[in-house]
């Protein structure tokens, strides 16, 4: 008998365990959840919603559902929804001003708003305001006023500077604009002040990455970093630190041959120079890093000159010597670059040469929504080359793909484009 007495116990709070690890939303009206906060002592989480708003249901499927979510608020917050279209909920609708959903208000035991939340934010972002709401964290407007009085204290400047994407996101018009001009002006007067020298740490170079994203032709971050990746690398990890150099040297080469400027050739010489051992980290099949590297910018400086030949020759070599590795992002980089230096409207001759790389890419193991966009580029090719029963036969296809994409309203969107074309054949 205390066997089974200690194994009901045991599914009994393993149950409740696993209930408890998301956010408990109070079954009952806003005045029995205002009590019951009063009661317990705490302030009121309030999510505004409608059935039909799509960012409401991410936001109680995927967010309010977190362990982390639910330990935080279930220990802080009485926390219940209140559906905006039902009547009984009109007045308080109007009272905290809901005008947008989802809106989230913290609501103090007195019944007066602490903090709001509209749109759907991240698990990070929600426990941040709970804690901001409850006063044990600085809003991002109290911490820039804490700043501008202790202009030394790099601690507050780091925070500031990793928060300010996911602040300036929120604002709109003229505090977006002014937010971003405050940050844009921070970052760099954070790195005279502190020194490159002393950023050899993971936050700082996190820093980097979000405000240093592209090289420029001089550029004494990229070059520090460069110098210095294998002090960065101890701090972080090879990996990032050698994909964000590469990703900078990459960006600027293709910026330089997308406007014509024949001195990415001297950009260039640097994976084979003081690049070397960055850049053999990365594997191109056959290929060097400097002759795959060639390739790829050589291609891309002949697009943008309407050298479709030259194009093609540099991509199908590269493609050939990388081999196995090839990617189907590869193709659909080469793809989208055609697509946007021709607008859409390609010579015959392009329109052929892709079709083997569209076929290549499809063969790969690749997401339903993405496979419908190739085959429907396939369709387009197929029907600009003369085949338009082949054609007709591939848009059919990627109708029957799109019932495999999980975002339906995506795939409706998709299917009315092809039903479109269809008509058009």
């Known amino acids: 008998m205390k066997k089974l007495l200690y194994l009901f116990m045991f599914l009994y709070l393993g149950t409740w365990g696993e209930l408890s690890a998301q956010m408990l ?3 009952g009206t806003f005045e029995e959840a205002l009590k019951k906060a009063q009661a317990e002592k705490k302030d009121l989480f309030v999510d505004f919603y409608a059935d039909w ?10 967010i309010f559902t977190r362990q982390e979510v639910g330990k935080y608020f ?3 917050f009485v926390c219940v929804q209140v559906n905006v279209e039902a009547g009984e909920n009109k007045v308080l609708t109007k009272k905290y001003n809901v005008t947008a959903l989802p809106t989230m208000v913290f609501i103090s035991r007195n019944g007066k708003e602490m903090r709001r939340i509209q749109g759907a934010v991240s698990p990070e972002d929600l ?3 709970g804690k901001i709401a409850l006063g044990e964290a600085l809003s991002f407007e109290q911490l820039y006023e804490k700043y501008k009085k202790e202009k030394n204290d790099f601690t507050i400047q780091q925070q500031l500077l990793i928060e300010a994407p996911r602040f300036i996101a929120t604002q709109s018009g003229y505090n977006r604009q002014k937010w971003g001009s405050r940050i844009e002006s921070l970052f760099p007067e954070y790195c005279k002040n502190k020194k490159l020298e002393n950023m050899i740490n993971g936050t700082d170079f996190y820093i980097l ?4 994203p592209q090289a420029e032709k001089e550029d004494p971050i990229f070059d520090f970093v460069t110098k210095n990746y294998k002090r960065f690398a101890d701090s972080v990890d090879k990996p990032t630190i050698f994909s964000y150099l590469v990703s900078l040297n990459n960006g600027y080469i293709i910026r330089s041959c997308r406007k014509g400027d024949l001195s990415y050739k001297e950009r260039l010489k640097r994976v084979s120079g003081d690049l070397k051992d960055i850049y053999s980290e990365f594997s191109f099949g056959t290929l060097s890093a400097q002759e795959a590297t060639t390739l790829l910018a050589d291609a891309t400086y002949n697009l943008y000159r309407h050298n479709e030949d030259l194009f093609f020759e540099n991509m199908n070599k590269y493609y050939s010597g990388k081999g196995e590795l090839v990617e189907w992002g590869d ?3 080469a793809l989208e670059d055609l697509a ?4 859409g409207k390609m010579s015959k001759n392009a329109y052929m040469k892709c079709i083997p790389w569209i076929s290549k ?3 790969m193991n690749i997401d339903a929504e993405t496979r419908t966009r190739l085959l429907m580029m396939l369709g387009d090719c197929l029907k600009n080359t003369g085949n338009k029963e082949k054609a007709k036969q591939t848009y059919n296809q990627a109708f029957l793909t799109c019932t495999q994409i999980v975002n339906k309203m995506q795939a409706k969107q998709l299917q009315e484009i092809i039903q479109q074309t269809l008509k058009e054949l």
């Open 25 to 27: 939303l109070f079954k």
């Open 53 to 62: 708003c799509g960012p409401c249901k991410i936001m109680a499927d995927n």
């Open 74 to 76: 279930n220990s802080n």
């Open 127 to 129: 426990i941040q305001n």
């Open 209 to 212: 990455t979000l405000y240093h």
């Open 331 to 333: 193709y659909a980089q």
């Open 340 to 343: 946007i230096v021709f607008e």
């Open 361 to 363: 890419a499809l063969e």
